[in-house]
């Protein structure tokens, strides 16, 4: 049986829910998927340590209990080439390749003939670029096979780094709307809930005076409602480069387009 192994630095909830969609593509097809996860922590998200069920893929974690930050890059070319020996993937869709986790995985798939895939999200605009430096990247980025990317913008970045269209696919950031649609549903279902019980305890107070008072409301003047049905959801870090200024604004163009 082939095997895939996906690596990134360290898995997030996102992260798992991706590595479940490869499997779930591609076990069909006869293809092991497992995780490759660097380290246990890191000091950028927040994250939870996720455990994947006993259904789903597995994920092996290179350096358990490690903040990704404080790994020495002695550690990872002592570290990774023996346990990429034992798993011996077929191909590998590795994230990035400006880390020396993610160039020690390529070096080690040009080796051993397994075929390195690049996941990037890395745009041409992302900052100042310098010629030598994108030399570099050139070489490095001959080195893969393919690139898997999120949007038209970083395809382009890959074209203008000397990869070919044909070997670039869209499908990188993506997340699971299963997920988010059914806790959005029961988020829903929790408002109207609360709104029911809220009208049920002012209509019992309102029973207890006389008809007629002030304090006497009709159950038609609270009318039971949830979240509406469409609406901006944005998950991120509160960071400048997320550039949620931006969102705020875009958000009140899209209200201040609506006639009420």
């Known amino acids: 049986m082939p095997r895939l192994l996906i690596h990134f630095a360290r898995f997030g909830p996102y992260h798992h829910a991706r590595l479940r969609s490869a499997h779930e593509a591609l076990g069909p097809l006869g293809w092991e998927v497992i995780g490759l996860e660097i380290a246990g922590n890191d000091a950028t998200y927040a994250w939870d340590e996720t455990k994947t069920d006993g259904d789903g893929p597995k994920v092996v974690t290179a350096f358990p209990g490690r903040v990704f930050e404080e790994l020495t890059a002695s550690e990872h070319r002592r570290q990774l080439p023996p346990l990429l020996d034992a798993m011996m993937p077929d191909a590998m869709a590795i994230a990035g390749w400006g880390g020396i986790d993610a160039r020690t995985c390529l070096s080690w798939c040009r080796k051993n003939h397994a075929r390195p895939i690049v996941m990037s999200e890395t745009r041409d605009a992302d900052g100042r670029r310098v010629w030598w430096k994108e030399l570099a990247k050139r070489h490095v980025i001959s080195r893969f096979d393919g690139a898997l990317v999120g949007g038209k913008s970083h395809r382009d970045y890959l074209v203008k780094l000397g990869m070919k269209p044909a070997r670039i696919a869209f499908g990188y950031n993506v997340v699971d709307n299963e997920y988010f649609g059914e806790e959005a549903l029961k988020v829903r279902r929790s408002e109207v809930r609360r709104q029911e019980s809220e009208v049920r305890s002012r209509r019992s107070g309102a029973g207890d005076r006389e008809p007629g008072s002030r304090s006497s409301f009709p159950l038609s003047e ?35 387009s609506f006639q009420f």
């Open 222 to 256: 609270f009318p039971i409602s949830a979240f509406p049905p469409k609406y901006f959801l944005a998950s991120n870090r509160f960071i400048e480069r997320k550039n949620l200024l931006r969102l705020t604004e875009a958000y009140a163009a899209y209200v201040e």
